[in-house]
C-alpha cells in the first residue's frame, strides 16, 4: 500500500481538482492519498488586482516549498497558474487529459447575453490582463473591472448586480457542474485562451521515484505535447501568468497546430500567429511561433505593458 500527501489550495474548484486526481490515484486499492490545504500568497490577497500583487507563482510558491520540505509529496495545479520555469529539485510529472480550454461570458442567472449584445457601458470583471486586453479590443464602450474570489464569488457579484458580467474559464465552470451558466462560449478564432488553460499539472520532487512512478499513469501524451508547444511559446516572449498573452495548442496526430497572440493592455495594438509543426518536437514550434510573433512587433507590446505596470507600481 502506498501512502501519497497531495498538497491543495483551498478554494472550492482547488479542491475539487485535487479530489478527482486522488480519486484516480486511489482507483485501483493501492494506493492512499492524504489531502492537505495550503494557503497561498495569491489567496491571501484578494483585494488587489493580481498584476499589482506582482511575482511569478502567485498560486504555487507555498505548495512548491511543501514539496521540497517533502511535508506533501506533490500537488495538483490549473495549468496556466503554473510558471514556466518551476523551482529546482521539481518537475511537471503529469498533466492529464485537458477539458474545455475555451473562455466563457458569464451573466446574471436567466439573462442570456453575448459580448456583442452587451449593452454600453455594461460592467464586466475579470482578474485577467489577458481578458482585459481583450474585452478592450472588441468592446471599447465597455467598463472592464478588476474580480478577485474564486468561482462561486465571482458569479455571485453579477448575480446580485455588482457586476453585468464576469468572464471565467469554461474548465472551471465545467469542473464545478455549473457549465450552464455559461452565456457565450468565446471563440477561439478571436480570443485565444491563456497557455495551458484547461488542464492541470501534478507537481512532484524530480528525486521522488515512487511518487512519479504512481502519477505517469495519469498523464495524457496529447494535452502534454499541446501544452508544451504552448509554455514555451510563452516562456520564449519572456512571459508569465499575468501578460496579455494567448496560446492554444491541439495536437492531430503527430502534427501540432499552435495559434498566439500578444495584445497590449488598452487593446489597441495586436499580434497574431498561427502554424503547424512536428508533435515531436513541440519545443520547436513553440519557439518558432515566438519569433514569428517577435518579427510582428510582440517584443514591444510587452515592453509597453512592463514599463506602464512598473510606473504604476514602482514598488
Not at 297 to 314: M, N, W
Request: hydrophobic share 40%.
Amino acid at each position: 500500500m502506498s501512502f501519497l500527501r497531495l498538497g491543495t489550495r483551498g478554494s472550492h474548484l482547488a479542491l475539487v481538482q485535487s479530489r478527482t486526481i486522488k480519486a484516480k490515484l486511489e482507483s485501483d486499492g493501492s494506493t492512499v492519498v492524504e489531502l492537505e490545504v495550503i494557503r497561498t500568497k495569491g489567496d491571501a490577497n484578494l483585494l488587489e488586482p493580481l498584476p499589482a500583487i506582482g511575482g511569478k507563482g502567485l498560486f504555487t510558491q507555498e505548495l512548491d516549498q511543501a514539496i521540497l520540505d517533502k511535508r506533501i509529496d506533490l500537488a495538483v495545479h490549473s495549468l496556466k497558474d503554473l510558471p514556466t520555469e518551476l523551482p529546482d529539485g521539481l518537475c511537471l510529472a503529469a498533466v492529464p487529459a485537458r477539458v474545455d480550454y475555451r473562455d466563457v461570458l458569464v451573466g446574471s442567472r436567466g439573462e442570456r447575453i453575448t459580448l456583442a449584445s452587451l449593452k454600453k457601458g455594461s460592467v464586466v470583471g475579470t482578474s485577467s490582463l489577458r481578458r482585459a486586453a481583450l474585452l478592450r479590443a472588441f468592446r471599447k464602450d465597455i467598463e472592464c473591472r478588476s474580480i478577485r474570489g474564486n468561482v462561486d464569488t465571482r458569479i455571485s457579484k453579477v448575480d446580485n448586480g455588482s457586476y453585468d458580467a464576469v468572464i471565467l474559464a469554461a474548465a472551471g465552470l465545467i469542473r464545478l457542474g455549473i457549465e450552464d451558466r455559461a452565456m457565450e462560449w468565446l471563440d477561439i478564432t478571436s480570443w485565444l485562451p491563456a497557455p495551458g488553460q484547461g488542464a492541470l499539472g501534478i507537481i512532484t520532487r524530480i528525486d521522488d521515484a515512487e511518487t512519479l512512478s504512481l502519477v505517469k499513469s495519469l498523464n495524457d501524451q496529447y494535452t502534454q505535447l499541446a501544452v508544451n508547444a504552448e509554455r514555451v511559446l510563452l516562456e520564449n516572449l519572456g512571459g508569465g501568468c499575468q501578460v496579455p498573452i494567448g496560446a492554444l495548442g491541439v495536437t492531430h496526430g503527430d502534427i501540432i497546430r499552435l495559434r498566439g497572440l500578444v495584445v497590449s493592455c488598452d487593446g489597441t495594438k495586436m499580434v497574431r500567429g498561427d502554424i503547424t509543426g512536428s508533435a515531436i518536437d513541440p519545443r520547436e514550434v513553440g519557439v518558432r511561433l515566438a519569433n514569428i510573433l517577435k518579427q510582428q512587433g510582440a517584443e514591444v507590446i510587452l515592453r509597453e505593458v512592463f514599463d506602464s505596470f512598473s510606473k504604476d507600481h514602482p514598488n
